[in-house]
């Protein structure tokens, strides 16, 4: 075989190997932004405007995420280690009505040992747990970050930055939702019938639906969420 056939030969397969290569991107490209979207949803949003417009940034950084905690498998709730902590939700909504700034930065602390518990990153390690809770929660893990950043500002700051009663309500609102996923028993939880469940597969305790009612038990409205909205103009600030 001849020198210049060999070279030929070794440019065709250079050539065909880029050509694979170019098509194999071309195919992943398109499809790795839609997907990502699908599957964070407003947190993509989030990602998106935090740097700046920029998508593709946005999409590996999300894309590492998934790297790093999309094969995090939750560990389940023991039934009383639930009730524990619908317990613990329950007051600290009750203390909202007079000591707001203590109910939010209780609902932080109870949002990140719950997390621990059902596997994620725990040990103060809140970029990292929350970046893990964003791949398998991503519509309601916002809230988390909301009452926690409204936890970790100090009362003079609050108030320059209009941080007041009202924004601290709609946090906590907005991380009950992440509250009420990771407190939802599952099909690995000894079959799913865990403490307070009801046919349709969701809670139901009076502790669980008090809230900011005075402790008293009030009909729950859609998606279960408690009356805060009647209670809006008795909480005080801290």
Same mark, same amino acid.
Request: no cysteine; hydrophobic share 35%; net charge positive.
């Given at each position: 075989?001849?020198?210049?056939?060999?070279?030929?030969?070794?440019?065709?397969?250079?050539? #065909? #190997?880029?050509? !694979?290569?170019?098509?194999?991107?071309?195919?992943? =490209? &398109?499809?790795?932004?839609?997907?990502?979207? +699908?599957?964070?949803?407003?947190?993509?949003?989030?990602?998106?405007?935090?740097?700046? =417009?920029? *998508?593709? %940034? !946005?999409?590996?950084?999300? *894309?590492?995420? #998934?790297? +790093?905690?999309?094969?995090?498998?939750?560990? &389940?709730?023991?039934?009383?280690?639930?009730? @524990?902590?619908?317990?613990?939700?329950?007051?600290?909504?009750?203390?909202?009505?007079?000591?707001?700034?203590?109910?939010?930065?209780?609902?932080?602390?109870?949002?990140?040992?719950?997390?621990?518990?059902?596997?994620?990153?725990?040990?103060? @390690?809140?970029?990292?747990?929350?970046?893990?809770?964003? #791949?398998?929660?991503?519509?309601?893990?916002?809230?988390?970050?909301?009452?926690?950043?409204?936890?970790?500002?100090?009362?003079?700051?609050?108030?320059?930055?209009?941080? =007041?009663?009202?924004?601290?309500?709609?946090?906590?609102?907005? %991380?009950? !939702?992440?509250?009420?996923?990771?407190?939802? &028993?599952?099909?690995?939880?000894?079959?799913?019938?865990?403490?307070? +469940?009801?046919?349709?597969?969701?809670?139901?305790?009076?502790?669980?639906? %008090?809230?900011?009612?005075?402790?008293?038990?009030?009909? *729950?409205?859609?998606? =279960?969420?408690? &009356?805060?909205?009647?209670?809006?103009? @008795?909480?005080?600030?801290?």
């Amino acid at each position: 075989m001849s020198t210049g056939l060999i070279i030929a030969l070794i440019v065709i397969a250079a050539v #065909v #190997v880029i050509i !694979a290569a170019a098509m194999t991107l071309r195919a992943r =490209g &398109p499809r790795r932004g839609p997907s990502l979207k +699908r599957r964070f949803g407003p947190e993509y949003d989030l990602a998106v405007a935090r740097h700046d =417009g920029d *998508a593709k %940034a !946005a999409e590996r950084e999300l *894309a590492e995420r #998934v790297h +790093r905690h999309g094969d995090l498998r939750e560990r &389940p709730l023991e039934p009383v280690q639930r009730e @524990q902590y619908e317990a613990r939700w329950t007051a600290a909504q009750e203390r909202f009505v007079d000591s707001p700034r203590e109910a939010v930065a209780e609902a932080d602390r109870l949002l990140a040992e719950l997390a621990a518990a059902r596997g994620f990153p725990g040990g103060g @390690q809140y970029e990292e747990q929350l970046a893990a809770l964003s #791949v398998h929660h991503a519509h309601h893990v916002d809230g988390y970050r909301r009452v926690h950043r409204a936890a970790h500002l100090r009362a003079e700051d609050a108030r320059d930055g209009g941080t =007041g009663t009202e924004d601290m309500r709609e946090a906590m609102v907005a %991380a009950r !939702a992440l509250f009420e996923e990771l407190v939802r &028993p599952t099909r690995h939880d000894g079959g799913g019938h865990g403490v307070g +469940r009801r046919e349709d597969g969701r809670h139901e305790s009076g502790r669980h639906r %008090a809230g900011l009612n005075g402790g008293r038990k009030a009909p *729950a409205n859609r998606g =279960g969420h408690m &009356p805060w909205a009647l209670h809006r103009r @008795q909480a005080k600030e801290s």
